[in-house]
Structures are given as C-alpha cells and as structure tokens.
C-alpha cells in the first residue's frame, strides 16, 4: 500500500510539473482596426525576432506561439471564454490543454508598443536581465510587400498592400484570404476565397496559380492554371488583385478575381 501511495504521489507531482511548464504565449489583436494591426504586426516580429536569438529557450514558450484576432468570430468566442476583453490589444500567457489550446489566461499585459509588450513579458519569465529591451533595439514596421513572386509564400497572418494602403489581401489565421479596402480605419471586405483551417499559407507556382494550402500541404483553393512561365502575383492602388505572366520587361494579366 505504501508503495502504492508513494507511486501516486509521484504520478501526481509530475503532472503538477507538466501543467506548470505546458504553456504557451497568445498575441491578441483586432485586424479590423487598423491601428492595432499595425501594433500586432510590430510585436509579432519583435518576438519572433526574440524567439531566432533563443531568448524563450527553456521556457517551452518557442513551440506555443498563437494569435488570436477578435474579428475572426470563434477566435473572439475563445478569448470571451478566457476572459479577454474586446478593447485593445494583449500579449498574454496561457495555460495549454493536450490539444494546446489555451484554456486560462495566467498572465497578460495591454500595450502601445512592442517593445512595452516584451519588457512585460521578459519580466514576468525572470529574463529580464537577460534581453531588456531599449527603444533603440525595437523594430521600426516595415511596410508590407505589394507583390508576391513564384516560389514566395505568405504565411497566417500576413499580407499584400497596395502602395497607396488603402487595399491589402491577407492570410487570416483562420485559413481564409481576403481582399480588403481601407475605410476611416476599417476593413471592408471585397473578395475572399472562403477557405477555412489554422495554418493555411499563400503559395504563387510557376504555372500562375495562386493556391492557398493547409497545415498539411493540402489544396484547399485555387486559382486557374496557366502555362510555365514566371508570375507574379500584385495588389494594386485601384484595389485589383492580379496575377501577371513576365514576359521581358512586359507584365500580361492572366487572372484577377471577381469584383
């Protein structure tokens, strides 16, 4: 019986120590709002910045990085349910389930800038003497590219702006890629291939498709296929999303979505 209870107390002590290191690291933004995609957009590289140097090593933060965006409607469900409000943006820490998702908020800092958001968190792990960042070392936002070459993707979470920003085309983190028009601020949705699935990404092949493939590498969307040449992929000020064959110094259209 001693034998048995001291097994169980083992048993126990381990699980205590898997649910105390099983956590993960949650960026919150709304992408409907164009400041606090900007915000999002610089911390998000800050961290993945911070995460290439190794500064979350033994944390087993590096492999449960998540974002959530309240305008993705079981996103904001989720974050109802863990108790984070709709009004700003938030880098939090969460305790993960066996499927890591996250089930509880354990920590979480509202912020104006990257580099606030990642003082919070260096702090809050104990690596603060480690990597504390200045105002000098955080990123300055790059703009987002407005073409996309054969062989590119782009990832969840990212997009194509024209250069006049009032048009972008984005890699939700949902799984679906959406044409939008900048309005006063907000995004006004003009075309979207209705794909669904966490991890999608944006490929551009030299037979001129566009496709947009799963976590696993399956097709869920395509554009028509074209003859082998080189493409590329553009959003333009006028809000046309097009896909051009190279052809010397000449671009021939060969698709662009309905309108």
């Not at 919150?28 to 911070?50: C, G, N, P, Y």
């Not at 104006?112 to 919070?120: H, K, S």
């Not at 987002?144 to 920003?165: C, H, I, K, Y």
């Not at 972008?168 to 679906?176: I, K, L």
Request: charged share 20%; glycine share 10%; hydrophobic share 40%.
């Amino acid at each position: 019986m001693k034998v048995r209870i001291a097994f169980l107390a083992l048993w126990m002590g381990l699980l205590m120590a898997w649910a105390q290191t099983h956590r993960g690291l949650l960026v919150v933004f709304d992408s409907a709002q164009t400041s606090q995609s900007m915000r999002h957009k610089e911390l998000v590289e800050l961290l993945r910045q911070k995460r290439a140097e190794g500064l979350f090593a033994g944390t087993g933060l590096e492999q449960y990085f998540q974002i959530y965006d309240f305008a993705e409607a079981e996103m904001a469900t989720s974050l109802k349910r863990l108790g984070v409000s709709r009004n700003g943006t938030y880098l939090c820490l969460t305790q993960l389930d066996a499927k890591d998702r996250p089930v509880k908020v354990t920590w979480r800092v509202g912020y104006t800038t990257a580099a606030d958001a990642l003082a919070g968190l260096v702090g809050q792990l104990g690596l603060a003497a480690i990597a504390s960042p200045t105002p000098s070392a955080s990123p300055t936002p790059e703009k987002s590219p407005e073409r996309l070459s054969v062989g590119t993707d782009l990832p969840a979470g990212s997009m194509l702006e024209s250069p006049n920003q009032r048009f972008r085309f984005a890699v939700q983190t949902d799984g679906n890629c959406v044409l939008y028009r900048v309005e006063d601020g907000k995004l006004i949705p003009i075309w979207g291939t209705e794909t669904k699935g966490s991890g999608a990404r944006l490929t551009l092949d030299n037979r001129g498709r566009i496709r947009v493939l799963s976590g696993a590498g399956q097709v869920l969307w395509s554009s028509p296929e074209h003859r082998n040449a080189d493409y590329q992929l553009q959003i333009q000020d006028d809000g046309n999303l097009v896909i051009y064959r190279r052809e010397g110094n000449n671009g021939i259209p060969v698709w662009s979505p309905p309108r």
